[in-house]
């Protein structure tokens, strides 16, 4: 049996993934159900994660796999859920991604296009066009993603707010943030109490992408 906020938390979770393809990041799910601070999403998780109807996948950031779901609220039976979309890619296909270079203040995306590639699993990406980026820095630490990381970007010019995404700045400078609006201007937090939120004028962000994925060499 599920407690009121874990329910709400799973569907939440769920309809998230089915509507973009992705989980929801800390701060959203802490908004969503009207928390007070992301330690209280952090128990609420862990409590799903126990009864096995989440699943965190490794080396991803913020990645949640929903595993079930109950068949009604305080019910004790539960629903496997099965795929609606088509099957991953098997975990043994590889696709090469262009690799952009680091994420680099200064440093438009387009400036970083070459002739490396990064080799990802398939079952790592969704639909879309996609590239990789070197992630420089420890702005965003706090969702787990670390320098040195590969963040893997599904290109789009649009986001919603609380989506991770790779902005470009004044046309001359790249960043990894999470994406919201703030009255008539655009807001980019870190992920890391040590940074301040940047903001900006709408004009002068370009959304370059939304993150898709992370992939970690040990």
């Given amino acids: 049996m599920l407690t009121r906020k874990q329910h709400e938390l799973l ?5 998230h993934l089915g509507e973009t393809g992705v989980s929801p990041s800390f701060e959203e799910m802490k908004e969503a159900l009207d928390l007070k601070s992301k330690s209280g999403v952090h128990r609420l998780i862990s409590a799903l994660e126990e009864r096995g109807f989440i ?4 080396n991803r950031a913020r990645a949640l796999e929903v595993m079930k779901m109950p068949d009604k609220m305080g019910g004790g039976n539960v629903v496997p859920l099965r795929a609606a979309a088509p099957a991953p890619a098997p975990a043994n296909d590889v696709i090469e991604l262009p690799l952009h270079g680091r994420i680099a203040a200064g440093t438009p995306i387009e400036a970083l296009q070459g002739t ?10 969704g639909p879309g066009e996609h590239y990789a980026l070197e992630v420089a820095g420890d702005s965003m630490v706090e969702e787990g993603i670390l320098d040195g990381d590969y963040a893997l970007v599904r290109k789009t010019d649009t986001a919603r707010d609380g989506e ?9 400078e790249a960043t990894l943030k999470t994406f919201r609006r703030e009255g008539q201007m655009i807001r980019l937090d870190p992920a890391n109490r040590n940074y301040d939120p940047q903001r900006y004028r709408p004009e002068q962000v370009q959304i370059q992408g939304k993150l898709a994925g992370l ?3 040990y």
């Fill in 11 to 15: 569907c939440y979770i769920n309809d």
């Fill in 55 to 58: 699943r965190r996948l490794p």
């Fill in 116 to 125: 490396e590639s990064l080799s990802v699993p398939a079952a790592l990406l």
């Fill in 164 to 172: 991770i995404v790779v902005a470009l700045v004044n046309n001359e």
């Fill in 215 to 217: 992939l970690r060499r």
